[in-house]
């Protein structure tokens, strides 16, 4: 991995209609591993590339990005989900991990009736998106592009979580984001 980088991503757009400029900027800071699990930073992208690119300008290893500019985006929008994943324990030749990503409106707890229905599988919940993937690898640190599908979640403020539990060491640790969903 690059030595840690931290600073500022900055995005500038002309409309050319009237030539008026908007400009974003959000501080990104990926900060170097700790001893035992550690994860980055959560960075929401637009795209992610193998190969370098102007569309791309910001280079992460062998991972190119495209930084979404703000954490508001359109619910019909599938942005990336940028995580490394530092120190994982290996155990004779490989690393056993899970990675669980939550989207769950901010403010929203289901109801008692909600929560057993949602957990025998009787009942879906639009406010609360889980998925839960198992990695194996040869490496002890992993750079992890994951698409959020939030196509059909209803516009409002969300929390997303990354979960990472190492199943070799036991270790779990969990990083979250505020994003805002719009549509409609």
């Known amino acids: 991995f690059p030595p840690t980088?931290?600073?500022?991503?900055?995005?500038?757009?002309?409309?050319?209609?009237?030539?008026?400029?908007?400009?974003?900027?959000?501080?990104?800071r990926i900060a170097p591993p700790r001893a035992g699990l550690d994860m980055s930073d959560l960075l929401?992208?637009?795209?992610i590339?193998?190969?370098p690119s102007p569309a791309h300008p910001l280079t992460r290893g062998s991972v190119h990005l495209a930084p979404w500019p703000?954490?508001?985006?359109?619910?019909?929008?599938q942005p990336w989900l940028y995580v490394e994943i530092y120190n994982l324990a290996l155990d004779e030749t490989a690393t056993?991990?899970?990675?669980?990503?939550?989207?769950?409106?901010?403010?929203?707890?289901p109801s008692l009736f909600e929560s057993v229905t949602s957990f025998l599988g009787l009942?879906?919940?639009?406010?609360?998106i889980v998925s839960t993937t198992s990695y194996t690898t040869e490496s002890r640190d992993v750079q992890l592009p994951l698409r959020i599908d939030v196509r059909n979640?209803?516009?409002?403020?969300?929390?997303?979580?990354?979960?990472?539990?190492?199943?070799?060491?036991g270790e779990m640790l969990q990083r979250t984001r505020e994003i805002t969903i719009f549509g409609e």
């Open 70 to 77: 703000d954490a508001a985006f359109h619910h019909a929008a």
């Open 123 to 128: 009942g879906g919940d639009e406010r609360r």
């Open 153 to 169: 979640v209803p516009a409002g403020s969300y929390t997303l979580r990354v979960e990472v539990r190492d199943n070799v060491s």
């Open 49 to 51: 590339s193998d190969w």
């Open 96 to 109: 056993d991990f899970d990675v669980s990503l939550t989207v769950e409106q901010t403010g929203s707890s």
């Open 44 to 47: 929401l992208a637009e795209s």
């Open 5 to 28: 980088w931290s600073g500022f991503v900055s995005v500038e757009m002309l409309r050319e209609a009237d030539e008026g400029v908007s400009v974003t900027r959000m501080p990104l």
